[in-house]
């Protein structure tokens, strides 16, 4: 009996080390922030609008993903800076996270739904 216990212990070790070495890793997150005036920050830094598009072009990668929020105008409408940023990222394939709050930290759903974000590592 005890030995079982040990090979069962040692499979559990070996199948966690086999999930770690094929975990994907974390995506790049680029956090993008367009306000209501079209300033556009990026990771927190003011950018124009033309710099906002080369950089993200210039990270693309099959890990980059764009955590994107914008301020809306009373009528619910985004800026026209929000709207050509939002065609470019889509344009270059990145995918998109859309968020209603400054600090990321929800996910508006495809229908329209909120949830909660959670961290990555």
Excluded: N, Y
């Excluded at 300033?39 to 710099?51: A, D, H, M, Q, W």
């Excluded at 105008?73 to 270059?92: F, M, Q, T, V, Y």
Aim: cysteine-free; proline content about 7%.
């Amino acid at each position: 009996m005890h030995r079982l216990g040990t090979l069962v212990l040692v499979a559990i070790a070996v199948l966690a080390i086999w999930r770690l070495a094929h975990a994907a890793p974390p995506p790049d997150v680029l956090t993008v922030r367009v306000d209501l005036d079209g300033k556009v920050t990026i990771g927190g830094e003011p950018l124009k609008l033309e710099e906002a598009v080369m950089m993200i072009g210039s990270r693309q990668s099959d890990r980059l993903l764009v955590w994107f929020q914008r301020e809306e105008s009373r009528d619910g409408r985004p800026s026209p800076a929000a709207k050509l940023l939002l065609a470019k990222i889509h344009e270059l394939g990145v995918p998109i996270s859309l968020s209603s709050e400054p600090g990321f930290g929800d996910i508006i759903e495809r229908d329209g739904s909120l949830s909660k974000r959670k961290r990555m590592r």
